[in-house]
C-alpha cells in the first residue's frame, strides 16, 4: 500500500525542518567553539553544511518560529564570502539565534505572574 501525498509531503516537510534546525545548530556551535575565526574556516563550514541542506528540498513553512529558523539560516548562508568584519558577523548571528530560541522559550514556559491573588477572593 504507497503512502498518501499528504504523508509524502509532512515527511518531506520533517525532513527539511531537521536540515534547517542541524544547520543551524551546526554553524551557532562551530561560532560559539572556535578560538581562532576566520573567514576561510567560516566558509569551509557553510560549503560543508549547504551540501545537507541543498540535497533537500526546499519547503515553504508557516510557523513563526520555523519561519524565522530558515531567515536565519538564510541570513547566515548569506555571509558565505561576505566582506563584513567576522566579529560582526558571529555577533550578529549568535544575537539572531538567541532571539530565536528565547522566543520558542516563551511559548513554553508561562509565569503566572500574580499566583496568590488569584485566592484572595476564597478567603
Do not use: P
Amino acid at each position: 500500500m504507497a503512502a498518501s501525498q499528504k504523508a509524502i509531503d509532512n515527511a518531506n516537510r520533517l525532513r527539511y525542518i531537521r536540515a534547517l534546525e542541524r544547520f543551524h545548530k551546526g554553524m551557532i556551535s562551530y561560532l560559539l567553539n572556535t578560538e581562532e575565526l576566520t573567514y576561510k574556516g567560516f566558509n569551509k563550514k557553510i560549503e560543508n553544511s549547504l551540501k545537507l541542506l541543498n540535497r533537500i528540498e526546499e519547503i515553504d513553512l508557516y510557523k513563526g518560529e520555523l519561519k524565522d529558523l530558515q531567515t536565519l539560516v538564510k541570513k547566515m548562508i548569506s555571509y558565505k564570502d561576505s566582506e563584513e568584519d567576522i566579529d560582526n558577523i558571529k555577533e550578529e548571528l549568535l544575537y539572531g539565534s538567541n532571539q530565536l530560541d528565547k522566543s520558542k522559550n516563551a511559548k513554553r514556559y508561562k509565569k503566572d505572574k500574580h499566583a496568590n491573588s488569584k485566592y484572595d477572593d476564597w478567603v
